[in-house]
């Protein structure tokens, strides 16, 4: 009797446990000849994240990880060292290893259909033509919190991978860290206040 009990609590105390983890992931490229280029904006929030935070990541198994509390909330966050293309397969890896559901998962990227510094958060959708949106369809399927940060789209046809590889304009790094503070305010507001709040308080 007192074994099934112990099991009982034991059980439950897990299932809490997992209710209050959160993962946040930023895609980018590794590598310091990406770092400052649009393709990496995801990289970006999840070190805003990390330096608001006061931790530092640290290579593990197919990402960069750290970890902190919010409000009482597990926070993890990862940059996947998979290359942009493969960043499904680091995010399914560690959902599975922490336990975290998909609900609480939010995924952070550019976007060259949204002007420059313009935030859309989506409960699901389409991956609309990015590759590492993609990868992670072809793990998760399409119904998965996403935040994508718009990057703008001048350029010629035919130049739009020179494009996101390319570095910011002196004048979107400029306004750069405004839109990726509040980028990464909306993630913290995803984990406390929860997906509604976010929808409601940061799209546009």
């Known amino acids: 009797m007192c074994f099934k ?17 959160y ?26 994240l990390a330096e ?17 509390r919010h409000r009482g909330r597990k926070v993890y966050v990862i940059k996947p060292t998979t290359y942009m293309n493969l960043s499904g397969k680091a995010i399914k890896y560690w959902l599975d290893k922490l336990g975290i559901k998909k609900s609480h998962l939010m995924v952070n990227v550019d976007d060259i259909n949204l002007d ?9 959708g389409s991956d609309g ?4 949106l993609k990868d992670i369809q072809n793990y998760l399927g399409n119904d998965y ?9 001048e350029f010629s046809k035919g130049h739009q991978v020179d494009y996101v590889l390319g570095e910011w304009t002196s004048e979107q790094r400029e306004k750069l860290p405004e839109i990726v503070e509040k980028a990464a305010n909306a993630n913290l507001d995803f984990v406390f206040r929860g997906m509604h ?4 308080n940061y799209n546009g």
């Open 5 to 21: 009990i112990f099991s009982y609590l034991f059980k439950k105390k897990a299932k809490e446990d997992n209710s209050m983890k």
């Open 23 to 48: 993962l946040i992931a930023g895609l980018g490229n590794i590598g310091e000849e990406y770092s400052d280029t649009r393709h990496n904006i995801g990289f970006l929030i999840a070190d805003k």
């Open 52 to 68: 608001k935070a006061g931790v530092s990541f640290k290579q593990e198994r197919l990402a960069y990880f750290a970890e902190f």
């Open 116 to 124: 420059f510094g313009k935030i859309r958060i989506r409960k699901k």
């Open 129 to 132: 033509g990015h590759n590492g």
């Open 145 to 153: 919190n996403r935040l994508r940060v718009g990057v703008g789209n």
């Open 197 to 200: 709040h976010v929808l409601n």
